[in-house]
C-alpha cells in the first residue's frame, strides 16, 4: 500500500504536471472506483487544478469550485502519466484524469477493487475522510510521545494507527522501528525517555530518507517503482534474509492478514517473538486486515 513517502513522490510530481492545468474530464471504467454521488463527476469538468494534498494516505486534488477528487490508492492502487487522452485498455486500468498535456492513469493489480475515488465539496468533505493522524513533520517529541501514550498500544499498532500518526503503514512502521532499534511489540507506556527520542527520530529520518530516494529515483519524472517490497529495505519483505546490521536472519509475525518483519538480534535482545504466543495480544491490538484500519476514524 502507497505510504507516506510514496504519496508525496506523487504529489510532487503531479504539482510539476497538473497544478493550475484545466480537468477536462475523468473517464471511469471501473463501477466499483466512484464512492460518491454528490457532487456529480461532471461538475468537475473544466475546472483547473488549484491545490494538492496529502490526507493520510489519500490523494487530494483541489480545483477552483471548491470541489475535491479524493484518491485512495489503497493496496495495489498506482498512478501513471500517460499522453493525453491514452485510451483506457485492460480491467486493471480503473480510471484517466484528462489534462490537455497528459493524462492521469489509475490503475489497480489484481481481482478486488479496494482503490476509491470521493468528490467532496470544501474542508467540511476532506475532514470527513481525514482518520485525523497527525503528521510527523509538523510536531515535536513532546507532542509526538503525548500522541502515541494515549492508550497503552503496541509501537507497532501505534504507528499504524490512521488516528494517531498520518500516513505510516506496514512498510515504514518495519522500517522506522528497526532504525529505532525497538521491539515491534513493546508497549507505549513501556517507552523510556530515551526510546521516545530513538524513535521520534527515527520515523522522521526514515520517512525523509525514503521520500528523498523517491524522488531521486524518478528525477524529475513520473514514480514508476511504488512497492511496499524494495530490495533495499533493512528489514520490511526481508524474512529469513540476513539483516544487514548484523547478519542475523530477519523474523517476522504474521497474524491474519498482517506481517511484521524485524531483527531478533538489533531489537528483541535476541528473542524470537512467535506467532502462537503473540495471538491474543494481536487480537485485541491489530485489526485482522489492511482494509479495516483504513477504515478506521477518529472519534
Not at 487544478?49 to 494516505?57: D, F, P, Y
Not at 531521486?216 to 511504488?226: H, I, L
Not at 546490521?245 to 523474523?251: F, S, T, Y
Amino acid at each position: 500500500m502507497p505510504e507516506l513517502p510514496d504519496v508525496a513522490a506523487y504529489l510532487e510530481a503531479l504539482e510539476a504536471r497538473i497544478l493550475g492545468q484545466s480537468l477536462e474530464g475523468v473517464r471511469v471504467a471501473s463501477a466499483f472506483l466512484l464512492r460518491t454521488i454528490d457532487p456529480p463527476l461532471s461538475i468537475v469538468e473544466g475546472k483547473n487544478v488549484r491545490q494538492l494534498r496529502r490526507i493520510g494516505k489519500r490523494i487530494a486534488i483541489g480545483l477552483e469550485n471548491d470541489v475535491w477528487l479524493v484518491l485512495h490508492l489503497m493496496i495495489a492502487g498506482r498512478l501513471h502519466w500517460k499522453a493525453a487522452g491514452s485510451k483506457l485498455s485492460g480491467r486493471n486500468q480503473l480510471a484517466a484524469f484528462d489534462f490537455g498535456n497528459g493524462s492521469l492513469v489509475l490503475t489497480e493489480a489484481g481481482s478486488k477493487r479496494r482503490a476509491s475515488l470521493h468528490l467532496v465539496r470544501g474542508e467540511e468533505g476532506l475532514r470527513a475522510l481525514d482518520p485525523g493522524g497527525i503528521d510527523v513533520f509538523a510536531i515535536d517529541l513532546e507532542a509526538f510521545q503525548a500522541a502515541l501514550r494515549v492508550e497503552n498500544r503496541t509501537l507497532k499498532r501505534a504507528l499504524t494507527d490512521p488516528r494517531i500518526l498520518s500516513g505510516i503503514g506496514n512498510a515504514y512502521s518495519d522500517e522506522i522501528l528497526f532504525a529505532a532499534r525497538l521491539s515491534p511489540i513493546q508497549l507505549t507506556h513501556k517507552v523510556s525517555p530515551e526510546q521516545w527520542q530513538q524513535l521520534f527520530t527515527a520515523v522522521r529520518e526514515t520517512l525523509r530518507l525514503w521520500i528523498d530516494r523517491f524522488l531521486d529515483e524518478a528525477k524529475g519524472g513520473f514514480p514508476e517503482k511504488v512497492t511496499a517490497f524494495r530490495k533495499d529495505m533493512a528489514v520490511h519483505g526481508r524474512f529469513s534474509e540476513p539483516c544487514r546490521v548484523c547478519g542475523q536472519p530477519v523474523q517476522r509475525i504474521r497474524y491474519a492478514d498482517n506481517e511484521t518483519n524485524y531483527c531478533a538480534h538489533c531489537q528483541t535482545d535476541g528473542k524470537v517473538l512467535a506467532d502462537r504466543s503473540l495471538s491474543r495480544l494481536l487480537k485485541k491490538d491489530w485489526p485482522r486486515t489492511l482494509d479495516e484500519l483504513e477504515l478506521l476514524k477518529r472519534r
